[in-house]
T-cell receptor
C-alpha cells in the first residue's frame, strides 16, 4: 500500500512566479491536510480538504494561497506570486474517513530565489 | 504562550539508554495525542497515537498522557542510533481536524 505521495520533492521558483504542489493521499483515504514547516519552527496547519470541498482553511494566508482536491486527481496547493518568505517545506497528510490519525508524505521543499 | 511547548534539545544519549521526551500544552480541549518521528529532510512518521489519559506501549516505545497536568511523554527503551531523529508531539481536539504540533526535540543516540 503506497503511502502519501507528493511531487515535486524540490521546487525552485523566482519571486513573482507560481508554485504548484501536488499530493496524492494514501489509497482509501478521503481527507487531505496541508501543513507548512518553516526553518526552526514546528509544522503549522494550513488547510483541510475532502473531495471537491474545502472544510477548514483557517491556517491559509488570505492572499496568494489556494488549495483544491478535485473529484479526480491529486490535491493541489497553489501559491501565486511567490515571495522569499514562502520558502519552506510543505507537507501533505491524509486520513481515512472518521479517523484522527494523519499520515504524512515526504514533503515538497520550496525555495524562492 | 504557545499552545504546545516542547524542549527543542538537542538531547544526546548513549546507546541503550532510556529516553524521555515531553510536551506540555495549555488547551484543555485536546483529546488526541500523537508522537511523530522525523528524520532529516523527510516527512513525519506516526509513532504513537493515544486518546485521552493513560499509557500505551508499542515495542520499545511507551506514550503517557496526563490530562490533569496537561503533560505528555514518550519513552524509548534500549535506544538505538537509528532512533536519532526529531520527535514531534501533536494534538487534536475532539471533533477537530488540525493537528497542533510542538516544535520538536532533536535526539541523538551515540554509539
Amino acid at each position: 500500500n503506497a503511502g502519501v505521495m507528493q511531487n515535486p520533492r524540490h521546487l525552485v521558483r523566482r519571486r513573482g512566479q507560481e508554485a504548484r504542489l501536488r499530493c496524492s493521499p494514501m489509497k482509501g483515504h478521503s481527507h487531505v491536510y496541508w501543513y507548512r514547516q518553516l526553518p526552526e519552527e514546528g509544522l503549522k496547519f494550513m488547510v483541510y480538504l475532502q473531495k471537491e470541498n474545502i472544510i477548514d482553511e483557517s491556517g491559509m494566508p488570505k492572499e496568494r494561497f489556494s488549495a483544491e482536491f478535485p473529484k479526480e486527481g491529486p490535491s493541489i496547493l497553489r501559491i501565486q506570486q511567490v515571495v522569499r518568505g514562502d520558502s519552506a517545506a510543505y507537507f501533505c497528510a491524509s486520513s481515512p474517513e472518521g479517523r484522527e490519525t494523519q499520515y504524512f508524505g515526504p514533503g515538497t521543499r520550496l525555495l524562492v530565489l | 504562550q504557545k499552545e504546545v511547548e516542547q524542549d527543542p534539545g538537542p538531547l544526546s544519549v548513549p546507546e541503550g539508554a532510556i529516553v524521555s521526551l515531553n510536551c506540555t500544552y495549555s488547551n484543555s480541549a485536546f483529546q488526541y495525542f500523537m508522537w511523530y518521528r522525523q528524520y532529516s529532510r523527510k516527512g513525519p512518521e506516526l509513532l504513537m497515537y493515544t486518546y485521552s489519559s493513560g499509557n500505551k506501549e508499542d515495542g520499545r516505545f511507551t506514550a503517557q498522557v496526563d490530562k490533569s497536568s496537561k503533560y505528555i511523554s514518550l519513552f524509548i527503551r534500549d535506544s538505538q542510533p537509528s532512533d536519532s531523529a526529531t520527535y514531534l508531539c501533536a494534538m487534536l481536539t475532539g471533533g477537530g481536524n488540525k493537528l497542533t504540533f510542538g516544535t520538536g526535540t532533536q535526539l541523538k543516540v551515540e554509539l
